[in-house]
C-alpha cells in the first residue's frame, strides 16, 4: 500500500504544474460548494444571493488559483476580495482559497511581499472574528494565518536549497566530464609521444639492416637473407603500431620532453622494487613463461602496473599487493591485487625514491588497455581490498624481449 501511495505521489509531481492548480481549484471549490448546497446560509450586510448566483461567485473565487504561481500577489487579491464580496451576500465561503492564496504569496514571493499580504490578510481576518464575538475564533484565526504563511517560507526556502543543491551537482558533474576528458586529451598525447619512441626505434632498425643487406647481398646472400627477414618482421610490426596510433591526437604547440629508452615487462622487476622501496609491501609472481610480445604491449603492459600500483601506494592502507604476470590464451593477463590495509602503520617511508606516473588513475590504464586492443576491469574485491585486471591480446609478430624475473 505504502508503495502505491508513493508511486501515485511520484505521479502527481511530475504532472505538469497547471494540472496541478487546476486539480486544487476544483477541489477548493468543491468544499465551498458543499457550504453553499447543504449549509445553513444566514443574510449577509447586503442581502442573501439566490443559490445559482452564490454558486458562481464560489466557482470564481477558486478560479485564480489555476494562476498562482505565475502571479501570486494578484491570485491573493482576487480571491480576497471575492471571499469578502461573498460574505457581504450571505455567501458561506470557508476561506480555503484566499488560505492558499497567502501560501502560494509566501512560498513564491520575497519576504517583503509576504509579511504585507499576511498583515492585510490578519487584518481583515481578525476584524471579521472580533465582529462575530470570538476569543476563540480570533485566536484559531491568528495561528491559522500565521500558520500558513510560515510554512509557505519553509517550503520556499526548501525549494531553493534543492534547486541551489541541484544546481551544485549539476556543475560538479560537468566539472568532472571535463576533468576526464583533459585526462583522456594528455593521457592520449604522452601515449602519442612514447609510439612515437617506438616506432622511431622500429625504423633505425629497418634502415640498418637495410644496409646490411644491401653491403652483403653480392658476397653473403644467405646472410642478406636474413637481414631482410628482420626488415619484413619489424615492418610489420611498425605496421601494427601506426594502426593502433590512429585518433591519438597530438597538440602542435606541446613541448616534447627529451626522449629516452621506452620501459617494458622486462622492467617490471626493479619498478616492483621502487615501490618495496618507498614502503609498499609488493610481491612480483610470473606464472609459467612469458613470450616474447610485441614492444607496444609491452609498454602498455608496464605502465597499467605502474599507474595500479601508485595507486594502492596513494590511496590504500594495503599490507599485501601482488603483481601476477601470466600468458594465457593468446593474450598476456596483468593482475595487481591488494589487501587494502588495516591501519596506516606502514606509512611509505623510502626516501629519494620517485616513481613517475600518468597521474590520471582508471582514465589512463583504460586507454593504455585499449590502445592495444584489451580491455581493463577494476573494483574492490569481496574479501576487501581493490582489483585492477588487463588482458592484452599478444601480436601475430612480436619483438622479443628479456624475460621477466620475479
Do not use: C
Not at 583533459?182 to 637495410?210: C, F, G, K, Y
Amino acid at each position: 500500500m505504502t508503495d502505491r501511495a508513493s508511486a501515485a505521489l511520484d505521479r502527481i509531481r511530475s504532472s505538469p504544474p497547471w494540472l496541478q492548480d487546476l486539480v486544487l481549484a476544483i477541489a477548493v471549490s468543491q468544499a465551498d460548494l458543499v457550504a453553499v448546497l447543504f449549509g445553513n446560509r444566514s443574510p449577509g450586510p447586503w442581502g442573501t444571493a439566490p443559490t445559482p448566483v452564490a454558486i458562481v461567485a464560489v466557482l470564481l473565487i477558486s478560479l485564480p488559483l489555476v494562476f498562482r504561481r505565475q502571479n501570486p500577489d494578484l491570485t491573493i487579491m482576487l480571491t480576497g476580495f471575492g471571499a469578502g464580496l461573498a460574505g457581504a451576500f450571505g455567501i458561506p465561503i470557508q476561506a480555503l482559497a484566499p488560505l492558499v492564496a497567502l501560501y502560494t504569496v509566501a512560498a513564491y514571493t520575497p519576504l517583503a511581499d509576504t509579511v504585507v499580504a499576511t498583515g492585510i490578510f490578519f487584518a481583515v481576518t481578525t476584524g471579521l472574528a472580533l465582529s462575530q464575538g470570538g476569543i476563540a475564533l480570533l485566536y484559531a484565526n491568528t495561528l491559522i494565518v500565521l500558520g500558513v504563511a510560515i510554512i509557505g517560507r519553509i517550503v520556499q526556502a526548501y525549494r531553493e536549497q534543492t534547486e541551489e543543491l541541484a544546481a551544485h551537482a549539476a556543475e560538479l558533474e560537468r566539472s568532472r566530464e571535463e576533468r576526464a576528458s583533459l585526462a583522456v586529451r594528455a593521457e592520449r598525447s604522452r601515449i602519442a609521444r612514447e609510439m612515437h619512441d617506438v616506432l622511431a626505434h622500429s625504423t633505425s632498425v629497418m634502415v640498418v639492416q637495410a644496409t646490411g643487406a644491401r653491403r652483403m647481398l653480392p658476397a653473403k646472400p644467405d646472410q642478406a637473407a636474413a637481414a631482410l627477414q628482420v626488415i619484413e618482421d619489424t615492418g610489420r610490426q611498425s605496421l601494427g603500431e601506426l594502426r593502433r596510433m590512429l585518433g591519438l591526437l597530438r597538440d602542435d604547440d606541446e613541448v616534447v620532453p627529451p626522449t629516452r629508452p621506452q620501459p617494458g615487462l622486462e622492467d617490471v622487476t626493479g619498478l616492483v622494487e621502487e615501490f618495496r622501496l618507498a614502503g609498499l609491501q609488493v610481491e612480483l609472481r610470473v606464472v609459467g613463461h612469458l613470450p616474447a610480445v610485441d614492444v607496444a604491449i609491452s609498454l602498455s603492459g608496464y605502465r597499467i602496473v605502474q599507474e595500479a600500483l601508485t595507486n594502492v601506494l596513494k590511496h590504500a592502507a594495503a599490507t599485501r599487493t601482488i603483481v601476477e604476470l601470466r600468458a594465457r590464451d593468446g593474450a598476456l593477463h596483468l593482475e595487481v591485487l591488494d589487501d587494502g590495509g588495516r591501519d596506516r602503520g606502514h606509512q611509505p617511508g623510502g626516501q629519494g625514491v620517485r616513481m613517475e606516473s600518468g597521474g590520471f588513475g582508471l582514465v589512463g590504464m583504460r586507454e593504455r588497455a585499449a590502445l592495444v586492443g584489451g580491455r581493463l576491469e577494476a573494483g574492490p574485491r569481496p574479501g576487501g581490498g581493490y582489483r585492477v585486471a588487463a588482458v592484452l591480446p599478444l601480436d601475430d609478430h612480436p619483438s622479443p624481449v628479456p624475460e621477466v624475473a620475479s
